[in-house]
């Protein structure tokens, strides 16, 4: 018989429910992921799952069962509780019943550019997690490398962001927190070429050429790529759009910039 956890002052229940404030995560290093398809992902990735909470209806179903074997060959431990103690510690509204706490992977930025070919995206500054979550997910789509999340930009271990993804969190390093020209210098010291998003630019990506290396920048959703940073790029590109919108999401740029550096990879000489 399964042992219900029955009171939300229960410290397992406290714990969970911290992680989601940032200040938290920070500390503990550990996120949450919520959710059946999204733990899927998880587990099939080897992400290193530390706790495993499920409710009480969910505990019952079928689909739990398949769970609870892979649990148990992993030696993850599981609490269970009761469904309002359980939808409490969750950030969506229709919660599916089962969560998982995470370590954050680490990746090593530096290891990353010195690889000889190497196609990545830098945030800077953006504020949207589903911006931020679709990008991910269009990154891992089309093959990049890597994406890097500037300081100033959203969480990526914020609940919106994670669930944006899709799992594609999971499959491809995605770094945060790291200063932007900071960045870029060691990208140029890479010889990896930089291309920024520019609606005001005069060149088009679709002139663009295959770079062996190279990076997208998108900016921030309102502002755009701020003045200093653009001056400092090799180039900078627009979209160009034949109908009648002045602009384009940030997360719609950011994953046909990308598709357009798959283009070129597959068809054109190295530059």
């Known amino acids: 018989m399964k042992e219900m956890i029955e009171s939300s002052a229960n410290k397992t229940i406290k714990y969970i429910k911290s992680l989601t404030m940032k200040k938290y995560r920070d500390e503990q290093d550990k996120f949450i992921i919520e959710g059946e398809k999204l733990i899927e992902e998880a587990l099939n990735y080897k992400v290193q799952i530390s706790t495993v909470l499920v409710s009480e209806s969910f505990a019952a179903s079928n689909k739990y069962n398949e769970f609870a074997v892979v649990f148990n060959d992993n030696n993850i431990p599981v609490y269970y509780t009761e469904d309002k ?148 790029l090799d180039i900078n590109v627009k979209i160009p759009m034949p109908g009648r919108a002045e602009s384009l999401n940030a997360g719609i740029a950011a994953s046909i910039l990308m598709y357009e550096l798959y283009v070129r990879k597959r068809g054109c000489p190295a530059q």
């Open 85 to 232: 103690i359980f939808k409490s510690v969750c950030e969506t509204d229709t919660p599916q019943g089962i969560l998982a706490v995470s370590a954050k992977p680490e990746y090593d930025i530096d290891s990353i550019i010195s690889k000889d070919e190497l196609s990545l995206i830098l945030l800077n500054e953006l504020r949207d997690p589903g911006n931020v979550g679709t990008i991910i997910r269009s990154a891992d789509a089309c093959g990049l490398d890597a994406v890097i999340i500037s300081k100033g930009s959203v969480d990526l271990y914020n609940g919106k962001t994670i669930r944006a993804t899709m799992g594609s969190l999971f499959h491809m390093p995605v770094i945060q927190g790291l200063d932007t020209q900071d960045t870029l210098e060691k990208l140029k010291n890479n010889e990896v070429i930089t291309i920024g998003a520019d609606p005001h630019s005069s060149e088009s990506c679709i002139d663009l050429l295959h770079y062996k290396k190279s990076a997208i920048i998108i900016g921030n959703e309102s502002q755009g790529i701020n003045s200093d940073i653009k001056s400092i």
